[in-house]
């Protein structure tokens, strides 16, 4: 599943709309100084994929998929998700148990340090 587009409306942490737009393939990296955003980030797609995680109330983000050659669009508002393939309404593709959900993101040390 590849990430397209990220917007986040509402998001402790974030004070105003924040987007990440016309995200290409390859592997992207998020650097910047402590405050910028970059933990919010992985916590808005997060809150996207496993519906049982994140601050329910508290979040308002929005995101494009592309999951084999389909684009899937999802919008999260507090604890209400809402998924959309190709346009129509549609159940969320099947992702892995939310418990392991921290086994999708690296961080500095996962990238740096040798196994």
Not at 51 to 78: A, K, N, T
Not at 99 to 107: E, I, N, S, T, V
Request: hydrophobic share 40%; charged share 25%; net charge neutral.
């Amino acid at each position: 599943m590849k990430l397209r587009h990220l917007r986040i409306d509402r998001l402790p942490g974030i004070d105003t709309r924040f987007e990440l737009a016309a995200l290409g393939d390859g592997f992207h990296v998020v650097h910047g100084p402590n405050g910028i955003g970059k933990s919010s980030i992985c916590r808005a797609v997060t809150a996207l994929l496993w519906e049982d995680l994140g601050p329910d109330r508290r979040v308002q983000v929005s995101g494009e998929f592309e999951l084999d050659g389909e684009i899937w669009w999802v919008e999260r508002d507090g604890g209400s998700v809402r998924w959309q393939r190709n346009g129509s309404d549609m159940p969320p593709p099947v992702f892995p148990a939310s418990h392991l959900h921290r086994c999708f993101f690296l961080g500095l040390r996962d990238l740096i340090i040798p196994s």
